[in-house]
């Protein structure tokens, strides 16, 4: 977990590109560190849609803590993949595989992530409502 942490420390930030901090998330979530995924998020933040279908959203600020937290137990190692990630300014959209260890449900794909990213933080994500199937 501590290197992660390093690396966040590292890529993200003030001058953070839009894209780097949704790769840090993609590590530190995939590093099961809870709290470097939460370092990528303002304290207002809001995630909106329904990215694990156990709960209704939009989550704001610490329930988003909450809503990680609870997908953790169910996720597969190496979790998250992300691709064709794209930056208009301060937006970053992305197509992402997410894996678990559900049986039945052993990887979801959503295509469409949106996030807005301002000073090494994301302020917003807007989660696909509709997966896609997975190649």
């Known amino acids: 977990m501590v290197s992660a942490g390093l690396l966040l420390s590292a890529c993200s930030g003030e001058d953070a590109d839009p894209a780097s901090v949704i790769e840090d998330f993609v590590t530190a979530y995939n590093a099961d560190d809870l709290d470097a995924v939460m370092e990528l998020f303002a304290d207002d933040a809001m995630l909106s849609g329904n990215p694990f ?76 409502i509709e997966t896609v199937e997975c190649p």
């Open 53 to 128: 279908e156990f709960s209704d959203g939009p989550w704001v600020g610490v329930s988003i803590r909450s809503l990680f937290f609870t997908a953790m137990d169910f996720a597969a190692e190496n979790a998250w993949t992300i691709s064709d990630v794209e930056v208009d300014g301060k937006t970053v959209t992305w197509n992402q595989v997410y894996r678990t260890t559900i049986p039945g449900l052993e990887a979801t794909c959503d295509n469409g992530h949106r996030a807005v990213v301002e000073g090494g933080k994301i302020e917003s994500w807007a989660w696909p």
